[in-house]
């Protein structure tokens, strides 16, 4: 088992990797919150697939847990399902020595999180992260979030979990698709952070080249438990230094300015998350190569190994003035300028501010080129 230590202002707790641990759980559960009362948060999808089995085995252990389960979907990350999820913790008698689980991909984290966060000022929640995207990426580092209308999580806080517990078994039933979201978060932390990891996932490429991915998938086990935590630890690095997003954690937000952008103009039903952050990343890149800043090439080592794993690197036909606007609700932004997270080669992030009109400018004058795609 891999165990990885988070230690932040808001809280010291453990990542845990290893397969077959979901069926530990409810052994390790027993021990270790007998007493308390568990929600289980989970959507209709997950709950269809490990929910039900998980409450009954939960509750054959002798915990006292509830279901509470809301619609799939990223448009359900609102404050319509939040109030369901209050109402459920309030019906059922929560206190704060009760737990939140969330049980699913990132969406679930979010809301339950940000709900365990808000409940009585503060319920203790653990993570079990169903997604490549969630272990390797939003489970870890307590940022809970709800969307509004206006864009993505707008509403929001940090509230650490008490513990995350990843089991990659769990990815067996996760489509391609959704498994090559999460491949562009782990290669997006190797493009800020480890030219190892980079060379790990470039090799996997290769195969996946070869190969495809389905096939390659069931032959990936032992590889992928451990790029796993490493992906985990470089975000565990970055967490420990800057838990509440003031300086180096914004690294990890390459690509996710203008892929949070691409999921608002299209309303959350075009480009999944990973797919808008490829896209992003890829765009950023080339800005920040005709700037100087980023070493020529990497743009195109980018979007090689994005490509790869079936992941866009062209933008989608989106208007870049509606782009923009969505861009100005990005939490970054502060007074027309943004922090922008970039490369100067694989393995090393940087950060600049840059006028969001600037930024404008930029995009348009790559697309214009038609040097976006390599």
């Excluded at 929640?125 to 990426?137: G, K, N, R, S």
């Excluded at 470039?202 to 096939?215: D, T, W």
């Excluded at 039903?269 to 765009?283: N, Q, R, W």
């Excluded at 932004?333 to 100067?344: A, D, F, M, P, V």
């Amino acid at each position: 088992m891999e165990r990885i230590t988070v230690q932040t202002v808001g809280g010291t707790y453990d990542i845990l990797v290893k397969r077959s641990l979901f069926k530990s759980l409810p052994e390790i559960f027993k021990e270790k919150y007998k007493g308390r009362k568990l929600a289980l948060v989970t959507d209709s999808n997950v709950f269809d697939l490990y929910g039900q089995n998980f409450e009954n085995e939960l509750k054959k252990a002798g915990l006292d847990v509830v279901s509470i389960v809301f619609k799939a979907g990223e448009e359900n990350k609102n404050l319509h399902t939040l109030q369901s999820i209050y109402n459920s913790l309030a019906d059922n008698g929560f206190t704060r020595s009760d737990y939140v689980i969330a049980l699913g991909g990132g969406v679930t984290g979010d809301m339950a999180g940000f709900a365990a966060a808000t409940f009585l000022r503060g319920l203790k929640f653990i993570q079990v992260p169903t997604t490549l995207l969630a272990m390797v990426d939003s489970s870890i580092g307590g940022k809970v979030a709800v969307d509004l209308p206006q864009g993505k999580n707008l509403v929001g806080a940090f509230h650490q979990p008490e513990a995350v517990f990843i089991d990659p078994e769990l990815l067996s039933t996760l489509s391609d698709r959704y498994f090559a979201d999460g491949m562009a978060e782990l290669i997006k932390h190797s493009f800020i952070r480890s030219i190892e990891l980079y060379q790990k996932l470039f090799e996997l490429s290769q195969k996946v080249r070869k190969e495809g991915l389905s096939s390659l998938r069931e032959s990936l086990s032992d590889s992928l438990d451990l790029i796993i935590a490493e992906s985990c630890r470089i975000k565990r690095d970055i967490v420990n230094i800057d838990e509440k997003d003031n300086g180096i954690r914004q690294l990890l937000n390459f690509g996710h300015t203008i892929g949070h952008g691409i999921e608002r103009v299209q309303n959350y039903t075009g480009f999944s998350h990973g797919e808008a952050v490829s896209a992003g990343m890829v765009l950023m890149t080339k800005i920040t190569e005709s700037m100087g800043l980023t070493q020529k090439g990497e743009a195109h080592k980018l979007a090689e190994i994005l490509k790869s794993y079936n992941l866009p690197v062209s933008m989608p036909d989106i208007d870049v003035k509606e782009l923009i606007d969505a861009i100005r609700l990005d939490k970054k932004n502060r007074s027309g300028k943004i922090t922008i997270s970039y490369i100067e080669e694989i393995g090393q992030g940087r950060l600049f501010e840059m006028e969001l009109n600037e930024l404008e400018e930029r995009i348009h004058g790559i697309l214009n080129n038609n040097s976006f795609a390599s």
